[in-house]
């Protein structure tokens, strides 16, 4: 299995950007498509959004569509999550995830590989 590492969390105001990274090591990243997810104190955790393996293609869910962007970088190992016009409900966890699925998945079970999670924080 890859293994991840995410960075980039970190406390923002209302209306501000923040970006998150994931670095993996490990097998080949470019044979996983990559997923992020979210979660907030006594919800469960929450598709974000989806990455495949060569980049490009992107699924995201509802509530960050507009807002948010995945990209990836396969020469560097690495899939970012650039966060845009942030609001307080995007306050939770967020953890990069990796799949072997031959496509994206919004399941969380559906992925093999989590990282440690990274904490981000919306303040009004």
């Known amino acids: 299995q890859v293994q991840l590492v995410e960075s980039g969390g970190g406390l923002v105001q209302v209306g501000g950007s923040l970006r998150l990274s994931c670095a993996a090591s490990?097998?080949?990243?470019?044979?996983?498509?990559m997923g992020w997810f979210r979660q907030a104190p006594g919800k469960e955790r929450g598709f974000v959004g989806a990455?495949?393996?060569?980049?490009?293609?992107?699924y995201y869910g509802d509530s960050v569509k507009g807002r948010f962007t995945i990209t990836r970088d396969n020469a560097k190992n690495t899939v970012t999550l650039q966060m845009n016009r942030l609001k307080p409900e995007d306050t939770a966890v967020y953890y990069c995830?990796?799949?072997?699925?031959?496509?994206?998945?919004?399941?969380?079970?559906?992925?093999?590989?989590w990282g440690q999670g990274t904490q981000v924080t919306v303040s009004s």
């Open positions: 990455i495949s393996r060569n980049g490009a293609n992107k």
């Open positions: 490990g097998r080949t990243f470019n044979n996983y498509v």
């Open positions: 995830a990796a799949t072997t699925a031959w496509a994206w998945k919004i399941a969380p079970a559906e992925y093999q590989s």
